[in-house]
Each structure stands twice: as C-alpha cells, then as structure tokens.
Nanobody, 122 residues
Framework: QVQLVQSGGGLVQAGGSLRLSCAAS????????MGWYRQAPGKQRELVAA???????AYVDSVKGRFTISRDNAKNTVYLQMNSLKPEDTAVYYC????????????????WGQGTQVTISS
C-alpha cells in the first residue's frame, strides 16, 4: 500500500510559478513511475507530466517548456515545477504512483494523492 501526500499549490497571477510536491510512503518509491494529473471544472482528468523510475520524462503539449517533473528518491518525493502559469492551468492537480511508463506514455497506477487546487488569475 502506498500513501501519497501532496503539498504546494494555491493562487498566483498569470506568469507566476508554483511547485507541487507529492511525498510517498514506503520503501519502494524508487521503482515506481509517477505522474501528475489535473482536472479542471467540467473537464476530464488529464495527464500533465510523468517520470519513469529511471528519470525519463513526458509532458502534455500544453505544458512543454513551462512545467518540469522531477523526483528525489532519497526523499520519496516527486515534484512538479510550474512556470509561466496561465489561467487555463487552473485545476485540481493529483499525483499518481505505480503507473506504467512506456515510450513517453504513462498509464496510471492505483495510488492517488488527495489533490491540490491550483488557481491562476488573469
């Protein structure tokens, strides 16, 4: 069983930055692929970024060049650095653990964080 605890998020103006963190319990974090998803009101949850156990990364086109996913295996934590934020980035962001990462595609695992609200004002 893996528990994910998210932190970060909040309200910032367009053009600003935020960093989300997702801390995982357990000793097997380093073998997990991880992903960040978001869900805006009235929309489906979408994959934003993913990182393999080996550090390979993938991003949805709308965030490429602005968001960076990273991991610190010593801290059992995955991060999402979000720069040049836009109002359309407003959503609840969720981290996901133990998914499958193949050739730049990520398929979610069974473990989800509690969600973090990110609101970007124009």
């Amino acid at each position: 069983q893996v528990q994910l605890v998210q932190s970060g998020g909040g309200l910032v103006q367009a053009g600003g930055s935020l960093r989300l963190s997702c801390a995982a319990s357990g000793s097997t974090f380093s073998i997990y692929a991880m992903g960040w998803y978001r869900q805006a009101p009235g929309k489906q949850r979408e994959l934003v970024a993913a990182i393999s156990s080996g550090g390979s990364t993938a991003y949805v086109d709308s965030v490429k060049g602005r968001f960076t996913i990273s991991r610190d295996n010593a801290k059992n934590t995955v991060y999402l650095q979000m720069n040049s934020l836009k109002p359309e980035d407003t959503a609840v962001y969720y981290c996901n653990a133990a998914g499958a990462y193949y050739s730049g595609s990520y398929y979610p695992g069974n473990y989800w964080g509690q969600g973090t609200q990110v609101t970007i004002s124009s």
